[in-house]
């Protein structure tokens, strides 16, 4: 019987690029899980969006100059599009901005409000007397009361996933000024969480096989009791409020962007002009729902989502199972100094297969604990693995049929007991991979198939067909047939993890076909004889030693985060400012050539890329020790802004203490501005992309600059 599998996958916040770890947590495992079940002859449906609103878009907007819709769009094109490129195969990916959905979470709020498991009720809000505005949570940042980190957020915690209370946190923090904020009374709506509890224990009570770690975090919180939460916010980028006097605050993003799991696949229907179609899947008690998030998402699928759903309609499927992932650290900042790449999606996509980061990401899947993305790592699992013992083993087989049988796959003959121990690997790899596919174990299901190449290669060396093919061409053919038909077995069974090299290898083994179309049982079957081999260049391509991408010319540089605190006009120099700068452990005075392009009340206080190991200099007279970084368009002069996150003095390329360069000796470097205002040094043969970060972000230029506008 084929069953019915929704899948939801975590909704990517359209404020920045998202970074591996976010593949490997939630994209990458539905992916793998909805292409096995559609070749399984499953009934899927698969759906993920983008998480426009809330205050992650609004402070990238503020810190831009742009509306919180535009940075919103951006990103959702560029999420989008990373999907297209990694191969995660939604049914419809879609965003939080559009009319259908927000109808259909004004639907469901009004609802519960009828029903009074929404109410109105006055609260203190944090207020920054500077700004005068109330801050809505992730405008507020200070110390975790649970776990001590000092950069938690007014919601939530990202170093031990405590949702948090702004006015949880120790020292509290406008994220924009730095005041402490005050309380203030404001009105707003609360969603009565504290009324589930008796349903929600009922729910949880046969979840025993949801990943330990996803069920010990949803009982710990239950132990903790249920809050009432509010469901809107003091900001105006967002879900409207469907009810008169709240026309200055929205429905927030905890509440609003889960339901794009309903939504969504409510669109799906409407475009597929089945407009009742959806209900196959959200009214089906035998329909299975499955979400892929990251850890820090836990308690919003596990507790908060069904809640939702059982206050809104109680016929309505609750998840099923929650197979969160722990967190694939990158190491941020780290990162950023030494190994010169970022680790962020759109620039991975740029240097590799989508299949190396695929196995790479599935290989190294944090199932249960997290695990540290490096690029060692993905250089030595794609070049030992990917291509040593998979890529290797089709290509023995398929080159030796193609230069020895005329190109195209020999009969079998008698089968001998390797022969057949072979076939019968074949069988016992692919129930494995099956197996642990079911059970949402990626890492153990990769583990197998690739298990299956390695003992290809066995079985290769073992038949020797070099030496066979003198002395009996006949066991040769057959020795070729079964390690062709392995190949075969293994273009389908490798389906779902590496959907783009599989269909290449099918393409090389003489098929027209779609191999994402085949079912998963056809791994099982013979290979026709005298089928025509198209074999083409080998499946994968080495992945070089990327150490060398910073190539050692990225640490003769010094360039630190600075802020600027005084300016004042050059006397003798018209186009030139005196700045004071503070570099957090020192100060330092430097002459910069931008007075015509900023006033000196638009740089008073911004925070800048400075080169400190230039060797000191007198611009006319007056002494500048070091450079502001800045990006040159045809028109204007931008500067180049770093995070605003970040300590002062935090280093953005190279090392402290590098030797002291001479103005020339940096000319004969290139920097230069790449997409999404980032700046990148490019070596002095312009050849490197190793782009200026700290804490995991990227020095962005302050205007609007076109790309390969150069930096000086
Ligand atoms: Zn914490
Ligand atoms: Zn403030």
Redesign the pocket.
């Known amino acids: 019987m084929p069953e019915k599998i929704f899948i939801g996958i975590a909704w990517p916040y359209s404020s920045g690029p998202r970074h591996i770890g976010h593949m490997a947590g939630a994209q990458l495992p539905a992916d793998i899980f909805a292409r096995y079940h559609r070749m399984k002859g499953d009934e899927v449906l698969m759906v993920s969006g983008s998480d426009q609103h809330g205050t992650p878009t609004t402070l990238r907007a503020e810190q831009e100059g742009k509306t919180p819709a535009e940075v919103a769009e951006r990103f959702h094109q560029l999420h989008s599009s990373n999907f297209e490129k990694l191969g995660i195969s939604c049914d419809l990916y879609w965003k939080t901005s559009e009319q259908n959905h927000k109808k259909v979470v004004q639907d469901i709020f009004l609802k519960l409000y009828r029903d009074a498991k929404i109410f109105e009720k006055t609260m203190e809000s944090p207020y920054?007397?500077?700004?005068?505005?109330f801050?809505p949570d992730r405008?507020v940042e200070g110390t975790c009361p649970n776990c001590r980190f000092d950069k938690a957020r007014g919601d939530q915690c990202d170093n031990c996933g405590h949702i948090l209370d702004p006015f949880d946190l120790e020292n509290p923090r406008?994220?924009?000024?730095?005041?402490t904020?005050v309380k203030r009374e404001t009105n707003h709506f609360f969603f009565r969480l504290s009324g589930f509890e008796q349903r929600l224990r009922e729910y949880l009570k046969d979840k025993s096989y949801w990943r330990q770690h996803v069920l010990a975090f949803t009982m710990g919180y239950m132990r903790e009791g249920l809050l009432d939460r509010a469901v809107t916010r003091d900001i105006e980028w967002g879900v409207e409020i469907p009810l008169p006097g709240y026309e200055t605050k929205r429905i927030y993003v905890w509440f609003e962007a889960v339901i794009g799991y309903l939504s969504t696949s409510i669109e799906w229907a409407r475009r597929r002009g089945e407009p009742e179609k959806w209900k196959d899947w959200w009214y089906d008690p035998k329909a299975k729902h499955y979400y892929f998030v990251g850890k820090d998402n836990i308690p919003f699928h596990t507790i908060i989502w069904p809640s939702i759903l059982m206050g809104y309609d109680e016929k309505l499927d609750l998840p099923y199972d929650v197979p969160a992932n722990q967190f694939l650290n990158t190491g941020g900042a780290k990162m950023s100094s030494g190994r010169g790449v970022g680790v962020w999606l759109p620039e991975l996509l740029e240097r590799y297969d989508p299949d190396a980061l695929r196995y790479y990401a599935t290989a190294t899947m944090p199932e249960m604990r997290d695990a540290e993305f490096t690029f060692e790592d993905l250089a030595a699992k794609n070049n030992s693995e990917l291509l040593a013992v998979y890529g290797n083993f089709v290509h023995r087989a398929l080159t030796f049929a193609s230069k020895n049988f005329d190109g195209a796959v020999p009969a079998a003959g008698f089968l001998d007991g390797a022969d057949k121990a072979m076939i019968r690997n074949i069988e016992e790899q692919w129930r494995k991979v099956g197996q642990n596919l079911d059970f949402v174990h990626f890492k153990d299901a990769l583990r197998e198939a690739i298990q299956l190449a390695r003992l290809g290669n066995q079985y290769f060396d073992q038949k020797a067909p070099w030496d066979l093919v003198r002395k009996d061409k006949a066991a040769c053919g057959t020795a070729i047939h079964v390690a062709v038909r392995t190949s075969r077995a293994l273009a389908v069974i490798m389906a779902p993890f590496l959907p783009f090299s599989s269909q290449r290898l099918w393409s090389m083994l003489g098929y027209d076909s779609n191999v994402s179309e085949q079912r998963w049982a056809e791994a099982l079957e013979d290979m026709p004889a005298g089928q025509k081999l198209r074999v083409g260049k080998p499946l994968f391509s080495k992945i070089e030693e990327v150490q060398a991408a910073s190539g050692g010319e990225a640490d003769m540089f010094d360039i630190r985060v600075g802020q600027i605190v005084d300016v004042k006009d050059h006397p003798r120099g018209d186009k030139l400012y005196v700045l004071q700068v503070d570099l957090g452990d020192e100060k330092r005075q430097l002459v910069a050539g931008i007075r015509q392009n900023y006033k000196k009340e638009e740089i008073a206080g911004k925070r800048i890329a400075v080169l400190c190991n230039l060797q000191p200099a007198k611009l006319r007279g007056i002494e500048s020790n070091g450079m502001l970084l800045a990006a040159e368009g045809p028109a204007d002069v931008a500067i180049l802004i770093p995070p605003n996150d970040v300590p002062l003095g935090s280093q953005l390329l190279g090392k402290k203490g590098a030797s002291m360069m001479g103005f020339e000796d940096f000319q004969k470097f290139k920097f230069a501005v790449g997409e999404e205002h980032r700046a990148y040094f490019l070596g002095s043969a312009g050849k490197l992309r190793v782009p200026l970060m700290a804490g995991g972000k990227h020095v962005i230029a302050d205007k609007g600059m076109p790309e390969g506008a150069a930096v000086r």
């Open positions: 920054c007397p500077k700004c005068d505005r801050l405008y406008c994220k924009i000024c730095g005041t904020p």
